[in-house]
């Protein structure tokens, strides 16, 4: 079996590295808040070209805590897209707050700046683009958008670890920037983990309270907080795959290359867009297919994952259909019915990569 991401394979790769960091970290005895993850924030902080990163316990609590760091509350706006994970328009919920979607563009997948302006109320307090797939939003088009109507924006970069708009790094462009370390992201852990970064040491100083209980001083809290930490055991793992993020993700760019190129040239096949003056770090390969049943139907036949990122939009989740129920988004409806995830990861093999391409060439030459 292919799968979408093989974890073996990189463990593989690193496994001196990483089994004499976890070893290490066993004999040392310290597990949580030690060394590991204050070098971590601290390495990982450089490598964005961020002022301050601190880290948690999930992607999702990465947003939640960004949310209230930034003062988002019960009967608040946040604007977001419907075509993503769950967890983004969740973490705005937690908080009291209303998820307000907005269609994407049909291109990248990312919001589309041209509907934003006409949802805005003034209970809008926020705007949560999400860099689907490893690729950067049009964070230029937002600032613009936030500048004017006095909004923070707080980025979801669960999925864009290492991508850049403009030269730079995503995450650190909007108010806080949100990322999640599940294993199969593009800077995976080997359980969950998150992180938050942001350019101000006052909200830097409140996530650090809010992830350890609300406490900055033993048995002294000061506010409701969260047991939200990322462990030693996580921090020293990433430690060492920080170092190799730039090859993971340059080799996942070569692979989406050779993908492209082959699919470029077939009917009825849309492959990833790539917008000017963005790296993309391909978390997914999506193309878009009107025949994607029938791909998805033979990668199965011959043994290969595949998968849809997202069959279902937000607004037509059953949590939130009540909610939503009179609500359209086109873009993201016919998106969510032609689009196909490739298997992607940096390990992946030449024969690989021509394997998950005839299936595709095999489905769809002939139609
Ligand atoms: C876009 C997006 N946002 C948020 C999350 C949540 O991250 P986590 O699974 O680490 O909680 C994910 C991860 O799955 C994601 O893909």
Redesign the pocket.
């Known amino acids: 079996m292919l799968p979408m991401v093989d974890l073996t394979a990189q463990y593989q790769v690193l496994k001196e590295e990483l089994n004499e960091a976890v070893l290490h970290t066993l004999a040392n005895g310290q597990f949580i808040l030690g060394p590991n993850v204050e070098d971590f924030e601290k390495e990982v902080a450089a490598y964005l070209g961020a002022q301050y990163a601190i880290s948690v316990a999930?992607?999702?609590?990465a947003?939640h805590l960004a949310l209230i760091a930034a003062g988002i509350k019960a009967g608040d706006e946040v604007i977001t897209s419907p075509f993503?994970?769950i967890?983004?328009a969740e973490a705005i919920c937690y908080v009291g707050a209303h998820p307000v979607f907005v269609d994407i563009d049909e291109k990248t997948f990312n919001l589309d700046t041209n509907q934003i302006e006409a949802v805005i109320t003034p209970a809008t307090r926020a705007i949560l683009p999400?860099h689907?797939f490893g690729q950067g939003a049009n964070m230029e088009r937002l600032q613009v958008i936030a500048d004017q109507h006095e909004l923070l924006i707080i980025e979801?970069c669960?999925?864009s670890f290492g991508a850049e708009i403009n030269g730079k790094k995503t995450g650190t462009l909007g108010f806080t920037g949100c990322f999640?370390?599940?294993p199969s992201?593009n800077l995976g852990c080997y359980g969950?983990?998150?992180l938050i970064t942001t350019s101000s040491e006052e909200i830097a100083e409140h996530l650090r309270v809010l992830r350890n209980h609300g406490s900055s001083k033993r048995y002294h809290h000061t506010e409701l907080g969260f047991n939200s930490r990322l462990d030693e055991l996580q921090a020293v793992i990433l430690r060492v795959k920080l170092k190799y993020i730039d090859q993971f993700n340059q080799a996942r760019n070569q692979i989406a290359q050779q993908y492209t190129q082959t699919l470029i040239n077939l009917p009825h096949c849309i492959p990833p867009y790539k917008e000017a003056g963005n790296t993309h770090v391909y978390h997914q390969y999506t193309l878009l297919s009107a025949y994607r049943d029938e791909i998805m139907k033979a990668f199965t036949e011959q043994h290969i994952a595949s998968a849809i990122y997202y069959p279902i939009p937000l607004h037509q989740q059953i949590v939130f259909k009540q909610k939503y129920q009179d609500v359209h988004f086109p873009v993201s409806e016919q998106i969510a019915k032609q689009c196909l995830s490739l298997p992607i990861f940096p390990e992946m093999s030449k024969p690989q990569i021509e394997q998950v391409l005839n299936v595709v060439q095999g489905v769809l030459l002939g139609k």
């Open positions: 999930s992607g999702t609590d947003l993503t994970f967890a983004t999400v689907l979801d669960a999925q999640s370390f599940f992201k969950d983990g998150g």
